[in-house]
């Protein structure tokens, strides 16, 4: 499982991520939650290496084991698929087809019927299979944000990290990729989530991690936000709840 002790991520003489340790585990869900610009994103690509952090330590099951700062650059390629995002930013390609940016991104030897017949139920779930021709611009943004989990998810990851992936959906589809997550995490898949939907969180996470100018300010399990301990996290949910 993906573990990090006292990573910190500087851009400059920016201290973005501050010193914080966790873990993500299979079967579990994990909120963070947070301000804007709080770090929340920037830990998920540290998580990924798609970046490095300047400091800590890393570690993924037994296959990646690795201190920072690091001389040699890590190759991202060696967590995927088994660790899988989706950024805000989704990364659909533009020439590309809604079923082809699914499908593309699969490798040959993972093309098989039960992978098929999983991404048609994920369509047809998510409402999404009449628009399969289409291309991304063609798209809204929620749909975007629905083809990009799809696509995640029939990667078959053991860790899914999700930046903020129901940021363009309504509440039916918030509700629809709730539930399927909830089956996914059933069937042992770790899952952390970026969000800034309290309910969302509550509902879903095992663990939730507060955020705040790149520091865990408190985590815990869900009981947390109805009896937050620090002062600025007391703050937070009321602004939220206000």
Request: net charge positive; charged share 25%.
């Amino acid at each position: 499982m993906p573990q990090f002790d006292n990573i910190s991520k500087n851009y400059g003489n920016v201290q973005v991520i501050k010193n914080v340790s966790g873990i993500i585990k299979k079967g579990e869900c994990t909120a963070i939650i947070g301000p804007s610009g709080s770090g929340k994103s920037t830990l998920i690509r540290l998580l990924s290496l798609l970046e490095h952090p300047n400091l800590g330590n890393y570690t993924l099951d037994d296959s990646i084991k690795v201190s920072f700062p690091q001389n040699k650059k890590i190759d991202s390629n060696l967590l995927w698929p088994k660790i899988t995002v989706v950024f805000q930013q989704l990364f659909l390609w533009p020439h590309l087809t809604l079923i082809d940016n699914i499908h593309t991104a699969i490798k040959k030897n993972q093309q098989n019927s039960n992978t098929r017949e999983d991404i048609e139920n994920l369509l047809d779930f998510f409402e999404l299979s009449n628009l399969r021709k289409r291309y991304p611009n063609q798209l809204s943004i929620g749909q975007r944000q629905r083809v990009a989990l799809i696509r995640a998810l029939a990667l078959k990851p053991d860790y899914l990290l999700l930046d903020e992936i129901t940021a363009s959906l309504d509440v039916e589809h918030i509700k629809k990729v709730k539930e399927v997550l909830q089956v996914k995490k059933s069937d042992g898949m770790g899952i952390l989530f970026a969000t800034h939907l309290l309910g969302f969180a509550s509902s879903l996470a095992d663990n939730i991690w507060f955020m705040d100018k790149g520091e865990f300010v408190e985590t815990g399990n869900t009981e947390i936000l109805s009896k937050p301990k620090t002062d600025r996290f007391k703050e937070f949910l009321s602004l939220i709840e206000n």
